[in-house]
């Protein structure tokens, strides 16, 4: 005990003599091991971002965090320099630090992240994803590796069908948990966590934080310390958003201007579509158009998709095109601009791919086309993102800073509508891939969720003729566009001053006198209808501006007072008197529903939908799986009724482990105990000995991990072994083990079988040559016989 107190004290001051003063304010600041800042230094991180400079103190003190802040803003350094610092050096003992992904790819970049930070420390990471070859998985958790970074299901997988124990995992990070809940995989975590020591350190880290992350937060973290920044910010302040309204037939030529404009400036661009046929479709056109460009989509093979990647990070092309599978999780840093093809039906996912760009400090531009059937889900992210509607006027110039809704110019129509027409003429390919994507964009219009109820309304209400009534987008205009557009404006807005019955008629004609009091009684009641209309405009700008209030925080204070011990956010500035009396008015008032029920309706996360739709706008973008989603039904003999296919799918069938925890019955198929017989490893199930206080103290897996076969030593016959003389080697279940070495008499049986094997192969080979050259002069001579006739 005194030598744990001397080293608990010798690091404590080890890491106060590798502070700098506190006002210093970067990496050195933290106290960090040598290893590891040599490591960050070497990556080229110059000063911590601000979720790394609250986060990074609180976890090294040994605190569950749950860290909360927008993509992009440098989550992944934020667990895996402290994380680094904790483990400091190699040890063979077994898995001591675990971090969870949602994606493979998101995985991968972590696992990337790790060795790229931790090169200095030698320590040693391992990645287990959904792909990948489970004897190759099976022959890296043999090594003990010191951190895993995995994704829930294939670590799941592992873990049931390897019988892994977790013992000394003293440290685990659940990366973008709203994702992880999102995409059902609850239950895997909660059999995860089960497993875990109690002493173990969590972290918790998202872009969102819905309530039923905050339930997860108490159930799973001790005394959790929450870190939350840029809340109210759903994305970065250097973010342009340009929304440009089109007709759904001028979408391809609006996409195809937005790509050339571009790769032309050089923009590293992505490019989102709705279905991976929209993305083949968009490929072959560019391709015509003369720009190289990436694609990737979830059905792609794994080593093209990669090597797409890497083509873009590369810079060997400046436009990516993809689905929603790159929302989250691909690394692609130093992004200039995203387009959005088809606009994403939920503003989450809205956020999530405007994440993309504007990072570390960096402007960025998100151009959404939005067509007519689209309105209800700009609608939805404008009052989730609590900003008014502002639509493109005459006059207006393009503001970096002034979200602004225009139109699309009728020049860039015309000119990319000829380009299309011109590459579309005898081109079969083309008019096939034009045809499936049509038909894969009307199984993802029944399929996407439907928007708000309220939104569509607005949109029926006032939002639609505003958008018709606009401007062109100043984001896409030039000078030939302000002609045009006053000259449409002025032949839109004519009106003749007399009507059929006053033309050639007399002044005294009683129809010229009847239509003139008309007029002029109808004039006074057009301009109370222009008056009143102008007023509706100002007033839907004005509640987009109210609606903010209500969707400021996913959780309410009260919540997250009772869930964490601890708040760590932005300091704001003190109010004034008349602010605290407005504070208490609020505090009393009782709402007909609640103030954050419009966030939460956006970040919700519903696992009964989600098990039945699998999220079709992240994992189905090809019109065959969404059609198996939407329509799919079986009968169910419990139930009594037809299901969703998915319910009776034998991949979800589900075992009750020993603890109770429900999981697929496809975990435990006997995969790791035939790996074990093929590379005839012996193992020793330490379980049993473990339970009556066996000499197992890591009790890291009840599978022996170190044994990798006889050693070296070992290999004679009879020495080393631990066997009697005579004493046959037995396998699992007390089977005699085959023995591989050949007696003399069965080496000259397998010769005398090759030798007359190649006798025989020799002999057919020369009777198929005789009847070769027969069957040629035969021929020939016939062919001269014909030619004599």
């Given at each position: 005990m005194a030598s744990d107190d001397e080293g608990e004290n010798w690091e404590a001051l080890r890491q106060s003599r590798n502070r700098k003063d506190?006002?210093?304010?970067?990496?050195?600041?933290?106290?960090?091991?040598?290893?590891?800042?040599?490591?960050?230094?070497?990556?080229?991180?110059?000063?911590?971002?601000?979720?790394?400079?609250?986060?990074?103190?609180?976890?090294?003190?040994?605190?569950?965090?749950?860290?909360?802040?927008?993509?992009?803003?440098?989550?992944?350094?934020?667990?895996?320099?402290?994380?680094?610092?904790?483990?400091?050096?190699?040890?063979?003992?077994?898995?001591?630090?675990?971090?969870?992904?949602?994606?493979?790819?998101?995985?991968?970049?972590?696992?990337?992240?790790?060795?790229?930070?931790?090169?200095?420390?030698?320590?040693?990471?391992?990645?287990?994803?959904?792909?990948?070859?489970?004897?190759?998985?099976?022959?890296?958790?043999?090594?003990?590796?010191?951190?895993?970074?995995?994704?829930?299901?294939?670590?799941?997988?592992?873990?049931?069908?390897?019988?892994?124990?977790?013992?000394?995992?003293?440290?685990?990070?659940?990366?973008?948990?709203?994702?992880?809940?999102?995409?059902?995989?609850?239950?895997?975590?909660?059999?995860?966590?089960?497993?875990?020591?109690?002493?173990?350190?969590?972290?918790?880290?998202?872009?969102?934080?819905?309530?039923?992350?905050?339930?997860?937060?108490?159930?799973?973290?001790?005394?959790?310390?929450?870190?939350?920044?840029?809340?109210?910010?759903?994305?970065?302040?250097?973010?342009?958003?340009?929304?440009?309204?089109?007709?759904?037939?001028?979408?391809?030529?609006?996409?195809?201007?937005?790509?050339?404009?571009?790769?032309?400036?050089?923009?590293?661009?992505?490019?989102?579509?709705?279905?991976?046929?929209?993305?083949?479709?968009?490929?072959?056109?560019?391709?015509?158009?003369?720009?190289?460009?990436?694609?990737?989509?979830s059905q792609l093979d794994p080593l093209a998709r990669k090597q797409n990647i890497n083509r873009f990070r590369n810079k060997e092309t400046y436009l990516l095109i993809v689905t929603d599978v790159a929302a989250r999780g691909v690394d692609i840093p130093l992004l200039d601009t995203v387009i959005n093809v088809h606009f994403p039906p939920k503003p989450k996912l809205f956020v999530h791919r405007a994440g993309r760009v504007a990072r570390n400090g960096q402007p960025g531009t998100a151009v959404s086309l939005v067509a007519a059937d689209e309105l209800p889900y700009m609608v939805d992210l404008f009052l989730f993102l609590g900003r008014p509607m502002v639509f493109a006027k005459d006059g207006d110039e393009y503001d970096e800073k002034v979200t602004m809704i225009g139109r699309l110019p009728d020049r860039i129509v015309d000119l990319e509508n000829d380009f299309l027409a011109a590459i579309h003429d005898n081109n079969i390919d083309l008019h096939d891939l034009q045809h499936k994507s049509t038909m894969a964009l009307g199984k993802y219009g029944r399929t996407r969720p439907a928007p708000s109820a309220e939104s569509a309304r607005r949109v029926k209400s006032d939002v639609r003729t505003a958008v018709s009534g606009c401007s062109y987008h100043p984001f896409l205009k030039d000078a030939s566009d302000r002609q045009q557009t006053s000259v449409l404006n002025a032949l839109a807005n004519?009106?003749?001053?007399?009507?059929?019955?006053?033309?050639?008629?007399?002044?005294?004609?009683?129809?010229?006198?009847?239509?003139?009091?008309?007029?002029?009684?109808?004039?006074?009641?057009?301009?109370?209808?222009?008056?009143?209309?102008?007023?509706?405009?100002?007033?839907?700008?004005?509640?987009?501006?109210?609606?903010?209030?209500?969707?400021?925080?996913?959780?309410?204070?009260?919540?997250?007072?009772?869930?964490?011990?601890?708040?760590?956010?932005?300091?704001?500035?003190?109010?004034?008197?008349?602010?605290?009396?407005?504070?208490?008015?609020?505090?009393?008032?009782?709402?007909y529903n609640a103030e954050d029920a419009r966030a939460e309706a956006a970040l919700a996360v519903d696992f009964s939908r989600a098990a039945e739709s699998a999220d079709v706008n992240i994992i189905a973008d090809d019109e065959r799986g969404l059609y198996k989603q939407k329509n799919e039904k079986k009968w169910d003999r419990k139930?009594?009724?037809?299901?969703?296919?998915?319910?009776?799918?034998?991949?979800?069938?589900?075992?009750?482990?020993?603890?109770?925890?429900?999981?697929?019955?496809?975990?435990?198929s006997g995969i790791y105990e035939k790996w074990v017989k093929n590379r005839k490893l012996g193992f020793e199930n330490k379980k049993d000995s473990d339970d009556e206080g066996g000499d197992d103290e890591d009790g890291e897996r009840a599978v022996n991990m170190d044994d990798d076969g006889p050693k070296q030593h070992q290999r004679r016959w009879g020495k080393g072994d631990g066997r009697k003389k005579g004493e046959q080697q037995r396998g699992q279940?007390?089977?005699?083990?085959?023995?591989?070495?050949?007696?003399?008499?069965?080496?000259?049986?397998?010769?005398?079988?090759?030798?007359?094997?190649?006798?025989?192969?020799?002999?057919?080979?020369?009777?198929?040559?005789?009847?070769?050259?027969?069957?040629?002069?035969g021929g020939s001579s016939k062919g001269g016989k014909g030619g004599k006739v």
């Open positions: 506190k006002k210093a304010g970067g990496w050195q600041a933290m106290g960090l091991d040598h290893g590891v800042f040599k490591g960050i230094e070497k990556k080229g991180f110059r000063q911590p971002t601000p979720i790394q400079r609250k986060t990074i103190p609180c976890i090294i003190d040994g605190k569950d965090v749950v860290g909360m802040s927008r993509t992009g803003s440098g989550k992944t350094a934020a667990f895996v320099v402290p994380m680094l610092h904790r483990l400091k050096r190699r040890d063979t003992k077994g898995t001591r630090a675990l971090l969870i992904s949602p994606t493979r790819e998101l995985a991968l970049q972590t696992h990337k992240v790790i060795k790229e930070l931790g090169r200095f420390t030698g320590l040693e990471a391992a990645c287990l994803v959904g792909g990948d070859s489970m004897d190759e998985q099976f022959a890296t958790l043999h090594g003990s590796p010191d951190i895993l970074v995995a994704t829930p299901g294939r670590l799941l997988h592992i873990v049931v069908e390897m019988n892994l124990r977790l013992n000394a995992v003293e440290y685990i990070v659940f990366d973008e948990a709203d994702r992880l809940f999102e995409m059902g995989f609850r239950e895997q975590l909660a059999d995860i966590l089960k497993r875990l020591p109690e002493s173990r350190q969590t972290l918790l880290f998202s872009a969102t934080l819905p309530k039923m992350l905050v339930d997860f937060a108490k159930a799973g973290l001790t005394d959790p310390t929450l870190i939350r920044l840029d809340v109210d910010e759903k994305v970065s302040d250097l973010l342009s958003m340009v929304f440009v309204a089109c007709r759904p037939g001028d979408r391809t030529a609006a996409a195809v201007h937005l790509a050339r404009k571009n790769v032309q400036e050089r923009k590293q661009t992505v490019m989102f579509c709705a279905t991976m046929k929209h993305v083949e479709y968009y490929v072959a056109i560019l391709h015509r158009a003369g720009i190289d460009c990436s694609f990737i989509y004519y009106k003749a001053a007399t009507t059929i019955f006053e033309v050639h008629s007399n002044s005294k004609d009683v129809q010229v006198g009847v239509m003139k009091n008309m007029r002029r009684m109808n004039a006074e009641k057009i301009r109370v209808k222009k008056e009143e209309e102008e007023k509706k405009r100002e007033a839907a700008a004005e509640e987009a501006v109210r609606a903010a209030a209500a969707v400021a925080n996913q959780a309410d204070e009260a919540t997250l007072a009772e869930a964490f011990t601890e708040l760590i956010s932005k300091s704001g500035k003190k109010l004034t008197r008349n602010e605290r009396m407005e504070e208490e008015k609020k505090l009393h008032f009782i709402a139930t009594k009724k037809f299901v969703g296919a998915a319910n009776d799918d034998p991949s979800k069938k589900k075992i009750r482990t020993e603890d109770g925890t429900w999981i697929p019955a496809s975990y435990k279940g007390g089977r005699k083990i085959r023995s591989e070495i050949l007696r003399p008499e069965q080496v000259l049986k397998n010769r005398k079988k090759k030798l007359a094997k190649q006798d025989y192969q020799e002999y057919r080979r020369e009777e198929n040559m005789k009847t070769k050259m027969k069957s040629g002069r």
